[in-house]
């Protein structure tokens, strides 16, 4: 009865159920292979507020941040839902990193392959 209940609610509001094989941990998939650079399926996730200068306090970032405060996510992910251009969410990433707010996750290290090299 619950769940007929959430499915009508998704319906009413516009979201879809979960398809079969569809994870909750989709921000962290690995980028398909024609997608895949050097670091492309690293996993960022928020471990501290950064420092942020006066034109990195904008809505796009403060978003960026939050997501990634609450959940782990990968560059592909970040990219497909920010209006960003690429150089800028890479710079961005990069001084998040040099700050020491950002836990990088290599799943290569999981995977049985070989990690990247910084």
């Keep these: 009865m619950l769940s007929l209940t959430f499915v009508s609610l998704r319906r009413l509001l516009g979201g879809s159920a979960q398809q079969a094989g569809a994870s909750s941990f989709q921000a962290t998939r690995p980028a398909p292979a024609r997608l895949r650079g050097a670091g492309a399926d690293l996993i960022f996730r928020l471990k501290a507020w950064p420092e942020l200068g006066d034109t990195e306090r904008t809505a796009e970032i403060y978003r960026i941040l939050s997501v990634m405060s609450s959940q782990p996510v990968n560059r592909q992910w970040l990219a ?23 836990e ?10 070989e990690p990247l090299q910084a």
């Design 80 to 102: 497909a839902r920010c209006t960003m251009p690429a150089q800028d969410l890479d710079k961005l990433l990069r001084q998040l990193v040099a700050q020491g707010a950002l």
């Design 104 to 113: 990088v996750i290599d799943p290569a290290r999981f995977a049985g392959r």
